[in-house]
């Protein structure tokens, strides 16, 4: 099974539960899912979301271990959580894509037995494109 971690923003241009289901679930696959507002970002920054990560890191442990996830997957997007804390709201594109390399980094530390994976959204209104993460 798959865990996605995601951003809940439900404005259409940012809709990423219905973007990954177009295009990176398999039909009839099933998937976990943890959707939060700000996503997998809290995990980036543990300083500034302290109480946020250790939610979000128990929640992602639980799945590991409940429901035999193999691979998490953590997607990022220019989020406007971000903006909720000033020393991060002026963080480029690439900035945030940085920090879904740290979430992915921390993620395989924590759970280094399984895959985890790393995307950034770069959809436009013609198309949806999630741009893979390595490194």
């Known amino acids: ?9 439900p404005r259409e241009k940012a809709d990423l539960g219905t973007k990954i289901d177009q ?25 500034h979301f302290r109480d946020s990560a250790s939610m979000l890191l128990s929640q992602i442990d639980f799945a590991v271990q409940k ?4 691979e998490i997957v953590a997607i990022g ?5 971000y903006d909720t804390t000033p020393a991060l709201s002026a963080l480029s594109k690439e900035d945030k ?15 280094p037995a399984r895959a985890i994976r790393a995307f950034f959204d770069s959809s436009d209104e013609s198309k949806t494109c999630f741009e893979s993460l390595t490194g």
């Open 77 to 81: 997007h220019d989020c406007g959580f």
């Open 67 to 70: 429901f035999l996830v193999e």
């Open 23 to 47: 295009a990176l679930i398999l039909p009839g696959e099933k998937v976990a899912r943890i959707s939060l507002f700000g996503g997998p970002i809290f995990i980036a920054h543990p300083i």
């Open 97 to 111: 894509q940085r920090d879904i390399l740290r979430v992915r980094r921390a993620l395989a530390n924590r759970h």
């Open 1 to 9: 099974m798959r865990l996605f971690i995601y951003c809940a923003d």
